[in-house]
């Protein structure tokens, strides 16, 4: 069962034209809150927002990160879970252990300003190029969730963005959309064999027993997740993790049955063991093994990585319900 002390987390974090919105369907205190935000525009109908519990920024975006060799991040084992970045021959690793207490780390690799995101309640992990129209843009959390799911906020007009989609919903800048950059969620061996090079994450403050146990025990055994009253995916359960690109699954436990899927246009799935879930036991490098997926296309100069997802089943069905996850190879 998730523990008491980590329900203040839960909070974390479809283009539709724009619609006008009458000043007596925004929340009480909103407006009071959000003073910029522009409520009169969204795509999405208010009611599906909700708190989670802390208020704007109360789990604090990492801003300025700094960065140690792999040999100094002694913390981390080889189990551990990281999102892993490559831009332009320079790899950085974040560690989940950071993200589960943080969500979104504002960063920049080269010229490139980027957003790491991780909501812990639907394991979702996504990299965004975090600028709009040539606007850098740099981001933190509402406090609200929309199917469960993290609602972001970029600081400059403080629009509302949903992070399983990077669409903004509410706000000036609803509708646009940020670019996903192509990442993996593996393990820190992994990410140490292909960028013993690489760059850690640093963690934000010293406190040693704050980073690595998990503050959301238990929750991926749930039968149901947390902060969600939408329809469920049937003939898998909800906590399931599915491989998703662009609006195709499949599961996490088919590919780890066939452990290679190549499909007819061109993607290639893989799993390897070795990586704990970042939602299991109290420690996280002593919960379960989920594995290491890998999404990657053929081209004519080679295989390349392809922005993908492993996600809880019923995130996936939240944002795409009329799309078909597949959990057996024989489906067509």
């Not at 208010?46 to 801003?63: H, Q, T």
């Not at 992990?125 to 199917?147: C, D, M, P, S, W």
């Amino acid at each position: 069962m998730i523990i008491a002390s980590a329900l203040w987390l839960f909070a974390v974090t479809a283009f539709i034209a724009p619609q006008m919105l009458a000043a007596q369907d925004i929340p009480r205190g909103w407006k009071t809150e959000w003073k910029k935000t522009d409520f009169t525009k969204r795509s999405v109908d208010l009611s599906e927002i909700f708190s989670g519990g802390p208020p704007k920024d109360g789990i604090p975006s990492i801003d300025r990160p700094t960065f140690e060799a792999i040999k100094e991040a002694d913390w981390l084992t080889d189990r551990s879970p990281v999102i892993s970045l490559e831009v332009a021959g320079e790899a950085r690793a974040y560690p989940l252990a950071i993200l589960t207490r943080h969500e979104i780390v504002n960063d920049r690799m080269g010229d490139m300003p980027i957003a790491v995101t991780f909501c812990p309640l639907c394991n979702a992990a996504i990299v965004f190029e975090r600028q709009y129209n040539g606007r850098e843009l740099e981001f933190g959390t509402t406090g609200k969730l929309r199917n469960s799911d993290l609602v972001m906020y970029d600081r400059q007009t403080e629009s509302w963005w949903q992070q399983f989609t990077g669409t903004a919903i509410v706000g000036r800048l609803t509708g646009a959309e940020l670019e996903r950059l192509p990442s993996r969620l593996e393990s820190f061996a992994r990410f140490k064999e292909r960028f013993p090079h690489g760059k850690v994450l640093k963690r934000p403050y010293s406190r040693t027993g704050l980073y690595g146990a998990n503050p959301y025990e238990g929750y991926d055994s749930l039968a149901r997740p947390f902060l969600y009253d939408g329809s469920l995916p049937k003939e898998i359960p909800a906590m399931a993790r599915v491989v998703s690109v662009g609006e195709r699954a499949w599961t996490l436990d088919l590919l780890r049955r066939e452990t290679r899927i190549e499909t007819v246009d061109g993607l290639i799935l893989e799993w390897v063991p070795g990586q704990a879930s970042a939602l299991d036991a109290h420690e996280i490098d002593r919960s379960r093994d989920v594995g290491n997926v890998s999404v990657q296309r053929k081209t004519a100069d080679g295989l390349v990585d392809v922005v993908h997802g492993v996600d809880f089943a019923f995130a996936f069905h939240a944002f795409y319900p009329d799309a078909r996850i597949i959990h057996d190879i024989e489906a067509p």
